[in-house]
């Protein structure tokens, strides 16, 4: 079995709202995608996290084999 690099894991954490590898690779990618600082306590909001959902949903079908 392959394991997942860090991208892979910032993608996954950014579609499924499930932590995989360090929260720091995917909170530095998020402040990126969005252009701005993001407050953490944001990620406790339902509406926000389907934004970030919409950042990384081109990116995890990505993902899918061929």
Not at 14 to 19: A, P, R, S, W
Not at 37 to 46: A, H, M, N, R
């Amino acid at each position: 079995m392959t394991k997942l690099t860090q991208q892979q894991c910032i993608i996954l954490t950014g579609f499924t709202g499930i932590l995989h590898g360090e929260f720091e690779w995917f909170f530095s990618d998020l402040q990126n995608r969005l252009g701005r600082d993001v407050q953490t306590s944001e990620l406790g909001y339902p509406e926000f996290m389907e934004e970030c959902k919409a950042l990384y949903e081109e990116d995890f079908s990505a993902l899918m084999p061929d």
